[in-house]
């Protein structure tokens, strides 16, 4: 069976196109296109097989190739490597055997001297080295939807504190200049009109966690690819139209003219080529 790679490189090089002209058409760097070609999808804190998907099919949308099935060809060639990357233990030899008996002896004697130390700490000795915490259960799963949403309005909460801050910081330097002059009117109202005229037909995407997002045009070309860090922000405007794949929904919060219409998905949803709408949520 021919790998997936080995085919894109085949095509590439029978329309006698440089990997260099692919990563410049593409916007993906050559070390991916070299990755892709050589079937290197090592999977690592970086890229996932989301994204391998994506550039996969844009690869094969450029050679004008059968998209779907180079993607299902992917997703089989994954799951078997995945199924065939065993490693077998190594049977225990006379020394391994005789090194894990002392081993053993060494770590019961560890254990021991710990138990008996804590006991120690715990019954004996009666002073408070340290504070006292108290003894959490796990969070039952009809919870976390409630915890959940009580994460999504503190941020809001927060966002919206931040925003009024601006306002009168704004308004305060407004109403200063005003004085000065002693010739002009107040209107403390200018900037707020102003700031909200800035967040007209725009959607604006924050990041609660470090998550990986990628967007594209109508083009199918990408926009942005990048992880995103804690309270890191991107915002395009409505007509755009952009496509957002991402790894974990429920890190990303969507505001569309200034007003917070929530989160893209849940926590840890993996979300492939969305366009956001106002009547999406």
């Not at 085949?10 to 006698?16: E, G, I, L, T, V």
């Not at 594209?216 to 070309?221: A, C, I, S, T, W």
């Not at 990048?226 to 139209?241: A, I, R």
Request: net charge negative.
């Amino acid at each position: 069976m021919e790998l997936v790679g080995q085919y894109l490189k085949k095509n590439r090089q029978s329309k006698k196109l440089g990997i260099k002209k692919i990563s410049k058409e593409l916007n993906i760097s050559e070390q991916i296109i070299e990755s892709i070609e050589n079937n290197d999808f090592t999977e690592d804190t970086r890229i996932g097989n989301v994204y391998w998907i994506g550039y996969i099919r844009s690869y094969a949308k450029l050679l004008k190739l059968n998209e779907k099935e180079l993607i299902d060809q992917f997703k089989v060639q994954i799951s078997f490597k995945e199924k065939t990357n065993i490693v077998i233990p190594k049977p225990i030899g006379k020394f391994e055997f005789l090194n894990f008996f002392l081993n053993y002896r060494l770590i019961s004697a560890i254990s021991i001297i710990t138990l008996s130390t804590a006991f120690y700490m715990m019954f004996i000795d009666n002073k408070d080295y340290s504070l006292n915490y108290a003894i959490i259960s796990d969070v039952p799963e009809n919870l976390q939807s409630e915890i959940e949403e009580f994460e999504f309005e503190t941020v809001l909460l927060e966002m919206k504190e931040e925003r009024n801050a601006k306002y009168l910081d704004e308004s305060t330097n407004i109403l200063l200049k005003t004085i000065n002059k002693s010739s002009v009117s107040l209107n403390a109202s200018v900037p707020l009109e102003n700031e909200e005229e800035n967040f007209k037909n725009k959607v604006l995407i924050k990041s609660l966690d470090p998550t990986w997002i990628q967007l594209r045009n109508n083009e199918d070309e990408i926009v942005i690819n990048k992880l995103m860090k804690k309270n890191d922000e991107y915002s395009y405007f409505l007509n755009d139209q952009y496509s957002i794949t991402t790894g974990n929904a429920g890190n990303l919060i969507i505001i569309i003219d200034g007003e917070v219409q929530g989160k893209l998905g849940k926590k840890g949803e993996v979300i492939e080529s969305i366009i956001i709408t106002p009547d999406l949520f």
